[in-house]
Every structure is written in C-alpha cells, then in structure tokens.
C-alpha cells in the first residue's frame, strides 16, 4: 500500500521557529510522519547572507523533509 503525501507550506519551519502557528505545524507534521508514516515535504523560507537569493536548502526533522527558499 502506497503511503501517503502532504506537502506542507510555512514561513518558518525548524530550526527557524517562530510563533505557535509554526510550532504546532511542525508538530502535527512529525505525528503525521512518524506515527501514521505519511510522507512529509515542507516548503519554507530562510535568510542567510551566505547564499545566493533563491538558493535551495533541503533537510530533514523529525523524519520530515524540509526544502527551504533563502530570501533576500
């Protein structure tokens, strides 16, 4: 049986929390990943100097991939 998918969308997302909003996605999230195995993706956002605008980070938490868009 094929497992389920979601895709997630937030302004922050750990290790850049912010906010209840995000704490509690974060959360049904890793229950969703962890407990019923779906598989999670996240799109979020971050800012670092470090990199080029719009470059792409991809991590994963709590067995939830996270694929971040740096903003200038």
């Given at each position: 049986m094929k497992s389920k998918k979601l895709?997630?969308?937030?302004?922050?997302?750990a290790p850049q929390s912010f906010g209840g909003a995000t704490i509690v996605a974060e959360e049904i999230n890793s229950i969703l990943s962890l407990d019923y195995k779906w598989e999670v993706t996240v799109i979020t956002t971050f800012q670092d100097e470090k990199y080029f605008p719009y470059h792409l980070k991809k991590y994963a938490i709590k067995n939830v991939t996270v694929i971040a868009i740096n903003l200038p």
């Open positions: 895709l997630s969308v937030n302004v922050y997302y």
